[in-house]
């Protein structure tokens, strides 16, 4: 297997690999002293120890792994003569030839590794390398486990008043009454967990980075009444309502695009927050400008609109302005008027005169 870098990662998947080419899994495995594999347990002596991510995948196929010492090549014989196997047959075969894929040159390996596998007079005798593996060393092999391996990285995350988690820009849903909480999610190959005071709480199959949501029926509420003292649909539409028509048009196309109400619920919010960094009639300007134009709405769109409006102010389209509610009128319990026979004293009684 060839790959990019030579990082765990690749590591642990060429392991994986031949095991799948091998339909088996040794009892031993015997790596070197590479730091993918081994960490020096102190600097004055040479003695190396498993690391953790090698240790945990030796523990789920089975295998022993035992490091070889360090500058001794007497323990790993049978692997510098398939080191020497492979850079004569393999690379040196292939050396004048241009891949333009990791795909089309692990293909071209795969068919060097199989002709030197099946190519017969090994070591004098009529048979070959295959053969012998069929014969004597494939029964002993373990069997591979039943789960499939998967690289895993591990992540915190927030969970979302519209119960969605971010990963790798795709939202996926977890159960509606952990709004609010701090969750731990294992990003797999193929699948995203998310885990929840020891437990897994949701499953999802992975999804492409596009933005777009993830969510399991059963993770919803019917009602959303969860969020009911802090963000519904209703209450947010209102805010939208009082800004003008077309942020509440906006707004409401926003929620008729999801299939899930509260899938809108960030958008809407980040959407109307942008009132507070730039004006309630700029907005209403910028999506009376998407409105006309019949756009899809978005929360980069209106951004956009806004910064564009500050740079050009001729932009602006005539649009009624919106006015704030006058304030109430102070009832005043002053009296109209004094009556003739009032006995106060008027600004002539503090006047005063010097006196000879």
Request: proline content about 5%.
């Amino acid at each position: 297997m060839a790959g990019l870098t030579s990082g765990m990662r690749n590591w642990l998947y060429a392991h994986q690999q031949a095991f799948d080419y091998f339909s088996g899994v040794t009892r031993i495995v015997v790596p070197d002293n590479a730091s993918t594999a081994t960490n020096q347990v102190a600097k004055t002596t040479r003695v190396r120890d498993l690391n953790k991510q090698y240790a945990t995948f030796s523990t789920h196929f089975g295998f022993g792994a035992v490091a070889a010492k360090p500058y001794t090549p007497k323990d790993k014989p049978s692997v510098e003569k398939g080191v020497d196997i492979a850079e004569r047959w393999i690379i040196e075969y292939l050396d004048d030839r241009t891949f333009f894929s990791l795909d089309q040159l692990n293909h071209a390996i795969s068919e060097r590794v199989d002709w030197i596998n099946n190519r017969s007079q090994f070591r004098g005798h009529d048979i070959s390398r295959h053969e012998i593996f069929d014969e004597f060393e494939q029964p002993e092999l373990l069997s591979l486990p039943d789960e499939h391996w998967s690289w895993a990285q591990w992540r915190k995350s927030k969970v979302g008043m519209n119960y969605h988690i971010r990963v790798d820009n795709h939202f996926y849903s977890v159960p509606w009454k952990l709004a609010g909480k701090t969750v731990e999610t294992c990003i797999l190959d193929t699948a995203i967990e998310v885990i929840f005071d020891n437990e897994i709480v949701a499953r999802h199959r992975r999804a492409p980075a596009n933005f777009q949501y993830s969510t399991l029926d059963e993770h919803v509420t019917p009602s959303h009444k969860d969020l009911g003292q802090r963000w519904d649909r209703y209450r947010i539409l209102s805010w939208a309502q009082s800004i003008g028509t077309s942020t509440f048009t906006v707004i409401e196309q926003m929620f008729n695009a999801r299939k899930v109400e509260a899938q809108a619920y960030n958008s809407a919010l980040a959407v109307l927050a942008l009132s507070k960094d730039y004006s309630r009639v700029e907005l209403e300007q910028a999506c009376q400008i998407i409105v006309a134009a019949k756009q899809v709405p978005s929360t980069r769109k209106v951004k956009d609109h806004l910064s564009n409006l500050r740079k050009h102010p001729e932009v602006l389209v005539d649009s009624p302005q919106i006015t704030a509610p006058s304030p109430p009128r102070r009832v005043s319990t002053r009296p109209a008027s004094l009556p003739d026979n009032s006995s106060v004293r008027g600004a002539g009684a503090f006047v005063f005169k010097e006196v000879d």
